[in-house]
């Protein structure tokens, strides 16, 4: 997490006419998406997770644009995670459960079963599925615009909706602030130790003067905001529109439908 | 005209900052997340459990309606921002939890602030992500033991992190920050 | 509105914090109108800031604050009109730029104002675009605020303030954190928006410098937050020079200058506000007698020729931060016993050098050598028992919870005994004037306290060097007077002490050395006398010498 990298406001934007995903309205990314997301928490198969997985990748393939960090976050931490989450919990699966299944690996008097990993990698499966859904909406979307598009369609009071937009600014500061009394206390030679516990009791030595600091900057500009009319009016005119257009409604039927259908056909529920 | 809103632009703001700075330090944990699910999946709880700060410091510290609510907003949509993978679970987490704690606060009509009263939002808290992880992480097929410890450790979870959050509280106060 | 008509009328007007005492202000009252410019001076705590928040109603709807008499603007009575309705009559510009900015783009920072007043879309962008052409950011509209310098953000408050159509402009403290560039733009921005004469301005301003020239009329507080005086600028400050600088408030350098040589036996007539005119009343002077008239500076007595092996010294000192090379190769050797400043323009570099040496960043290995360990690998002990360092902002660097605390714990981390904890602790509160204050909590105490409790905590295991960034940054005359009393002394007791600033007349009057650094290289170093002889070497490096000094190198005067 670097802050000093991090732009908020900086836009995104298709660089070719198929990335559509850029022109959607960032409510309809997540209202198509989350049916979806809800119900794959009590699927239990290994299929349902997998088609959901690949559906959301080909979207994103198809939909958005294709940078260095894009492709290196799909195509290999994604799986990786996958994998590893696969592995890990498989291993915590009751033996008792799955005794019955072909042993796949033996070493000594442990054995890893087949249907531990079955259901470790549902699971690795179904968590894949519900981030790669996820990111349809995240990588497509600026935090500006989310908010916004709160503010106009879901009549979140614009109030809220501007102090989310001024805490933007808040995070390279306050992420300057944080290595600035990292460093003081170090000088003060509040240095004591190197483990766990140490590290916490220093963390804590950083929370106070990080939050009255913060605290103390977010008065300020909050003078500065009631000082240009903020709040004076129940609404206020917008220049950056984030309209909900028909595409936007079709964009959640289709969502809402294959997913649907996807349920349907693999009807994943052991009833 | 001549009113003022329930929420004055500085009680907006101050919920922000301090969502913004419990989202940094958050933000560390946040990185703990997979290494968490991956290696320890009974523990999940103490780690979604650190998510009920920016709520406990925001009615610690202002003590009135909402500000519970904002602050948990805020600090999921700057969280969102910096991670899309998580980004509806930060503002699932921010609804149920900013709610709850909101909710049992309205039930004390936002009289009683004694530490009790955020120890039961916690244990709400801890209940409901303890059903919702058991689903998501199919909990059902571990051994027992695991399954216990898993479900002891969500319901503590959030209560230690809302011990930290009055103690950071008391702390602010001690200090002078935000005179309510 | 009738045009004779004040734009503001403030009436018997007292204020007390929520926690005070006293009011501050208390019983002002004074009338601003159109075309006015007026320089609201005061000693620190007078009641300056909190006036300035009485103008547009932030008192009393906005901070917890006790308000008695009135204060009308353009006709409205600010009791019973919220803010944000007055924000049209009255637009505020505040001490840091950062504190001021909510959006992501230059453009929609100036279209937030008129946006919130629900301005039909066209008027939005007329007016934002005239206030954009007005302070000269309207190329760069697109662009992050962040990118902007500190005066460039400056200017985009006050093209803020513009959009919003009011005819009185406040502005508190616009250029306390910029350098000498940014001041100029800010006050060339000013100087537009008022040529017009439909706008009043009310201006609070440390640096009474850049203001001089175009402020029409000053009322001063004093201590007690009361109307000291009020009248033409020119005239208040030449007839009371004695009483404001009793008080503890800023006066221009000229005339602080002017005050020093009457009293080494300099006949000066009239007291001047600029350069200028002290260069004129300097010709017209009775010339001073040998002793009196060109006063050496303090450093130019001691015996140049014994050079003692430095207590600092540096060798190719290359410095990155995200993989950026901030600082090339950096050669520097400062002798023990001296006062050096390390100047330059905004982000030229000097954080970075005074971090990298004081070990406050680990510089890398064998480069920097401070008393004979190297910063880059020492501990942080052992380093804090050789210098002591002081962040700009207090603060981040305390940790305890009580003010006894946090001097005892340096001494505590040494496993001093605890009597000898209790006497030094004692005596570094009475040094410092903190008797009455060992059990509070540091945060609790006031700016100019904090100032000194952190000198105290980076003094108390007894380092041979000190270095401080910005301390002087944002106080007052007096108090700013006061902490370089503490370093002269500390100074006369053998400590060295490495300083950051960007206050180039300071720098002038105290420093005995100082390193200029441009772009992350030793530009120059030297003494400070040798160094301001030379203009050129100032403005090769993007800064400018104070207006006083430039007078005072081209007639070849100099201050003691
Ligand atoms: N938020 C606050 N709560 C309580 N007291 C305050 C607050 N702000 C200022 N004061 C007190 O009110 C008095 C006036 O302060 P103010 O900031 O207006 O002074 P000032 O003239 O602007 O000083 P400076 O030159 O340092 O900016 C001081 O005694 C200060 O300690
Ligand atoms: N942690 C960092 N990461 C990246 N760049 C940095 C970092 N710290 C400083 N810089 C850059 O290094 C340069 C020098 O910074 P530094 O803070 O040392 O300048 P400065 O001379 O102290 O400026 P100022 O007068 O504004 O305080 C600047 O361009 C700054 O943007
Ligand atoms: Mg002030
Ligand atoms: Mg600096």
Redesign the pocket.
């Known amino acids: 997490m670097s802050a ?1 990298t991090f732009d908020p406001y900086a836009s995104v934007v298709a660089t070719s006419p198929r990335q559509f995903l850029y022109a959607l309205n960032p409510l309809a990314k997540v209202a198509a998406v989350a049916p979806a997301m809800l119900t794959l928490i009590f699927v239990r198969d290994l299929a349902t997770p997998a088609v959901f997985l690949a559906l959301a990748l080909l979207t994103l393939m198809v939909g958005a644009r294709m940078t260095a960090r894009t492709v290196g976050l799909l195509c290999g931490a994604l799986p990786l995670g996958i994998l590893a989450v696969g592995i890990g919990f498989s291993l915590w699966v009751d033996a008792e459960l799955v005794a019955d299944t072909p042993a796949v690996v033996q070493l000594g008097d442990w054995t890893l079963r087949e249907g531990a990993l079955v259901i470790g990698f549902a699971t690795a499966l179904r968590l894949g599925a519900i981030v790669a859904l996820a990111l349809i909406g995240g990588l497509t979307t600026t935090g500006p615009d989310l908010v916004r598009a709160g503010v106009q369609q879901l009549r979140v009071p614009y109030r809220v909706g501007y102090t989310a937009l001024a805490a933007f600014r808040f995070v390279p500061r306050f992420g ?1 602030e944080l ?1 600035v009394i990292r460093a003081a206390h170090r000088v003060r030679g509040h240095h004591g130790g190197s483990g766990p516990f140490a590290r916490v009791a220093r963390a804590w030595g950083y929370i106070v003067p990080l939050l009255a600091g913060a605290i103390r900057h977010a008065e300020r500009v909050a003078l500065a905001m009631d000082s240009r009319a903020f709040g004076a009016h129940p609404t206020r005119t917008e220049r950056h529109l984030v309209p909900f257009r028909v595409r936007d409604t079709v964009f959640i039927v289709v969502g809402i439908a294959a997913s649907a259908a996807i349920l349907v056909l693999l009807h994943p529920w052991q009833l | 005209m001549a009113s003022s809103p329930l929420l004055t632009t500085r009680v907006l703001l101050v919920c922000a900052a301090i969502g913004v700075a419990t989202g940094i330090l958050g933000g560390f944990a946040g990185l703990l997340t997979p290494g968490v699910i991956v290696l320890t999946p009974y523990l999940y709880g103490l780690v979604l459990g650190s998510h009920v700060l920016p709520g406990i410091i925001a009615q610690e510290v202002l003590r009135r309606p909402l500000v519970a609510l904002v602050s948990h907003l805020i600090a999921a949509v700057i969280s969102s921002a910096f991670n899309p993978a998580w980004s509806l679970r930060f503002i699932g987490t921010a609804l149920l939890f900013g709610a709850i704690q909101e909710g049992v606060a309205a039930l004390t009509r936002y009289r009683a602030w004694g530490a009790w009263r955020f120890f039961v939002s916690a244990a709400v808290i801890g209940v409901l992500v303890a059903v919702v992880v058991f689903f998501a992480v199919d909990l059902g097929a571990f051994p027992l033991w695991v399954q216990i410890s898993y479900l002891v450790i969500s319901v503590l979870g959030p209560i230690a992190w809302t011990a930290v959050g009055l103690g950071v509280g008391t702390s602010l106060s001690r200090a002078g920050v935000a005179r309510r | 509105m009738r045009p004779s008509a004040p734009l503001l009328r403030v009436r018997d007007l007292s204020i007390t914090h929520a926690d005070a005492v006293h009011p501050s202000p208390g019983d002002v009252s004074f009338d601003i109108r159109p075309g006015e410019v007026v320089l609201l001076l005061g000693p620190s705590g007078s009641g300056k800031s909190t006036l300035t928040l009485a103008l547009n109603g932030l008192i009393p709807h906005a901070v917890p604050a006790a308000m008695t008499g009135s204060v009308e603007v353009g006709g409205l009575d600010t009791a019973d009109t919220l803010t944000a309705a007055l924000s049209t009559r009255v637009a505020m510009v505040f001490q840091d730029p950062d504190a001021q900015i909510v959006t992501g783009t230059v453009y929609d920072e100036v279209a937030f104002g008129p946006e919130n007043l629900r301005l039909p879309l066209d008027e939005v962008h007329a007016r934002t675009d005239d206030a954009l052409r007005r302070v000269g950011l309207w190329e760069r509209r697109g662009e992050n605020p962040d990118r902007l310098s ?1 005066g460039g953000r400056q200017r985009l408050a006050i093209a803020c303030a513009l959009a919003m159509g009011s005819p009185l402009i406040v502005l508190d403290e616009p250029t306390a ?1 910029l ?1 000498p560039q940014g001041i100029d733009d800010v006050y060339a921005a000013l100087t537009d928006v008022i040529a017009a004469g439909d706008r009043a301005i009310l201006l609070v301003e440390h640096n009474l410098d850049a203001a001089m020239g175009f402020v029409t009329r000053t009322i001063v507080l004093d201590r007690a937050g009361r109307v000291a005086f009020d009248g033409p600028a020119a005239e208040v400050i030449r007839d009371h020079a004695d009483d404001l600088l009793a008080m503890g408030v800023w006066l221009p350098a000229a005339t602080l200058a002017a005050m020093r040589m009457r009293d080494a036996g300099v006949g000066i007539d009239e007291l001047p506000l600029t350069p200028e005119e002290l260069a004129a009343a300097l010709a017209a002077a009775t010339p001073p007698g040998p002793s009196a008239g060109r006063v050496a500076s303090a450093d130019d007595r001691r015996p140049a020729s014994a050079r003692p092996e430095p207590l600092i010294r540096a060798r190719g000192l290359t410095v990155r ?2 993989r ?1 090379e ?2 090339h190769g950096i050669d520097l050797d400062v002798e023990p016993g001296t006062l050096t400043a ?1 100047v ?12 990298s040496l004081a070990g406050v960043v680990p510089p890398p290995r064998r480069q920097v050598a401070v008393d004979g360990v190297d910063p880059g690998t020492a501990s942080p002990r052992e380093l804090s028992n050789r210098i002591g360092f002081v962040f ?1 902002n207090p603060e981040h660097q305390f940790i305890a919870h009580t003010v006894f605390d946090e001097l005892a714990h340096g001494l505590r981390l040494r496993r001093t005994s605890d009597a000898e904890i209790a006497a030094r602790v004692g005596s570094m509160l009475d040094r410092f004037g903190l008797e009455g204050k060992a059990d509070v909590h540091p945060f609790l105490l006031s700016g100019g306290e904090k100032r000194r409790l952190s000198v105290g905590t980076a003094l108390i295991t007894r380092p041979r060097m000190l270095a401080l ?2 301390p002087t940054f944002g106080q007052d005359r007096a108090r700013a007077a006061e902490l370089l009393a503490l370093l002269h002394d500390l100074r006369d007791e053998g400590t060295t002490i490495l300083i ?1 600033t ?1 206050d180039l007349q300071l720098v002038a009057e105290h420093a005995s050395h100082t390193v200029i ?1 441009a772009e ?1 290289r030793v530009h120059a170093a030297g003494r400070t006398a040798d160094l301001f002889r030379d203009e050129a070497i100032f403005t090769t490096a993007g800064l400018r010498l104070p207006p006083l000094q430039r007078m005072l190198a081209a007639t070849g005067w100099s201050l003691a």
């Open positions: 000093s300057h290595s | 500190g954190n350098d931060r995200h950026t901030i600082l390390v330059g323009a905004n982000g030229a570099g000097k954080t970075t050098l005074l971090q700009q960034d910005e950051v960007h650094l992350g």
